[in-house]
């Protein structure tokens, strides 16, 4: 036992006295039967500079004093409120902590009521009108007491397992974690506080303040135990950190709590170890460890380059430019033709359908980010599109690499003879196929022509998205080169679907043309797939090449 002042032993259990008998400070008025009876909680705040090594840990000279020995117990603490902190505006908190040598974590929830003029039945009995009263399943009931004030706090706390975060150390849970186990053990009095669901709805917007460290060692002070925590927090301009030493000891009674607090504010103060003034620890947190807003993001992406307009057919263009650049990342371009927003494109490419034979048109690209940052308008790419019927895209080539799935839009074809013709088509891929008109009849010399590069060849399939007029299915011829035609049967009644011929053709590395011939009239071509799978194209497919020279 430390020794103290007698004078000041005598001088403050005479003030202690007197303030029993006016109802001051340490005088609780007479429970009512539904108010819940607090413990008491006493704490003092040491100065840092003098009571903690460069180290983080508690001098010789104070371990000594309260016998701690040279050992403490770790944990890891953080607390639970939204950006804006709601629940800290109706006084609740919610924490979870965890202790090294444990497995589970320590959640509490705590609401606190202030005590006015040492009116503690008072704050009970507001307590229970809010529902925390002595029949609050969980509850506990504390009037911690600093070196200025009185609080009530009603505590709720339960350990519980979080999942991927348990086991020895200090683990702690992340958002989704936190927010996981929070919202699954908290009592229905916080879940409901200001309404139905109220505080769920805050856990499911939390977010983390913290984690903080802290060491804890264990002492005496009259018989009771007195825990010295020494917490490493965040510094005010948040460039380093500094440390908040707390002296706590709990007793049942207002007595025991009254006699140990005037012995422990003896002994600091005779030390010059005690601070005169409450260090509000949680707020502290709550404010050092708030999110940061994140910066706005107002730079604009780069300038597209390279914008190409490649008339693929009379009624349709193929956009391709190269990809712009972002500080963090470009989201989408926007497409203009003549002036015109007409589409956007995650892409670096872009189909315009539906367009009139013979016609000039200018395009133009935007590059934007998530921001909505938008850059300024690529060069202008100008383009006419063909007469209507004409040869398609002339001496152009698709690159077909065998490695992946090449899409071909019927449409887009090389070169034709005899009776196809282009329909607009509002189901189709790229807003139009191609069709033979009944009584077309079979004939090698009625086809479509597509001129191809293949890379890495071998053996493909040849899917066609077609389909016939009638509720009978119809059919196309396919060949490659001069060699054998393969018939592939449409789907029927206007029913699009990806057909095939029943085996393989071979395509080797170097130039080939693909033919589809006419073998009944009526049928329809809206888009070709060349892979060497024979899994089945789903859909309109994939994004449709743009021939190019070789």
Not at 13 to 37: C, D, E, R
Not at 105 to 112: G, V
Not at 147 to 161: A, G, M
Request: proline share 3%.
């Amino acid at each position: 036992m430390f020794q103290m002042n007698k004078m000041s032993k005598v001088i403050l259990a005479s003030t202690a006295a007197a303030i029993l008998l006016t109802g001051g400070v340490l005088s609780p008025k007479q429970a009512f039967a539904a108010n819940g009876t607090p413990n008491y909680e006493v704490k003092f705040n040491l100065d840092p500079s003098i009571v903690v090594d460069g180290s983080h840990n508690l001098i010789s000279s104070v371990r000594s004093q309260f016998g701690t020995g040279s050992s403490y117990k770790s944990y890891r603490v953080q607390y639970m409120d939204t950006a804006s902190k709601t629940m800290d505006a109706q006084g609740w908190s919610d924490r979870i902590r965890k202790k090294s040598t444990d497995s589970t974590h320590q959640l509490q929830f705590k609401k606190r009521y202030p005590i006015t003029n040492g009116d503690i039945n008072g704050a009970l009995t507001t307590a229970a009108n809010d529902g925390l009263n002595s029949s609050a399943s969980g509850f506990e009931f504390q009037v911690d007491w600093t070196i200025s004030k009185q609080t009530l706090s009603v505590q709720y706390e339960k350990d519980v397992t979080v999942s991927g975060f348990s086991g020895s150390g200090l683990n702690a849970p992340n958002l989704a974690s936190s927010q996981s186990v929070s919202v699954s053990n908290a009592p229905s009095q916080f879940k409901n506080w200001t309404s139905s669901g109220w505080g769920t709805t805050q856990l499911n917007n939390s977010v983390i303040y913290g984690p903080i460290d802290f060491k804890r060692y264990e002492g005496t002070i009259d018989g009771l135990e007195l825990d010295i925590e020494v917490w490493t927090i965040l510094n005010a301009a948040k460039t380093g950190t500094e440390d908040i030493v707390e002296a706590s000891f709990k007793a049942d009674t207002l007595s025991e709590a009254t006699s140990a607090r005037t012995d422990l504010i003896n002994t600091l103060s005779t030390k010059g170890w005690l601070v005169q003034t409450d260090v509000l620890k949680t707020s502290l947190i709550m404010e050092r460890y708030a999110p940061t807003a994140p910066t706005p993001d107002t730079t604009a992406p780069s300038v597209p380059a390279g914008l190409t307009a490649t008339a693929t057919s009379s009624t349709q263009v193929q956009l391709g430019w190269t990809a712009a650049t972002d500080n963090v990342a470009v989201t989408s371009y926007d497409v203009y033709r003549n002036g015109s927003k007409i589409g956007t494109s995650t892409t670096t490419a872009y189909s315009d359908s539906g367009l009139t034979a013979s016609t000039a048109y200018s395009y133009t690209v935007i590059a934007k980010d998530a921001a909505g940052n938008a850059s300024s308008a690529s060069t202008v790419a100008s383009v006419t599109t063909p007469a209507s019927g004409g040869t398609g895209t002339g001496s152009l080539y698709y690159n077909i690499n065998g490695s992946s799935v090449s899409y071909l839009e019927a449409e887009t074809y090389t070169a034709k003879t005899g009776t196809f013709t282009q329909t607009t088509c509002s189901a189709c891929s790229g807003t139009a196929n191609m069709q033979t008109a009944n009584g077309s009849g079979d004939s090698d010399a009625n086809y479509l022509k597509y001129d191809l590069e293949v890379t890495n060849g071998g053996s493909f399939y040849i899917y066609l998205l077609s389909t016939g007029p009638d509720g009978s299915s119809d059919s196309f011829n396919v060949a490659v080169d001069s060699g054998s035609n393969y018939q592939v049967t449409t789907g029927s009644s206007g029913t699009w679907a990806w057909k095939k011929p029943s085996s393989s053709l071979s395509l080797s590395t170097g130039t080939h043309t693909l033919y589809i011939k006419v073998r009944e009239d009526g049928a329809m071509v809206d888009k070709i797939a060349i892979t060497k799978t024979s899994s089945t194209p789903s859909g309109l497919g994939g994004t449709a090449l743009v021939p190019s020279t070789h």
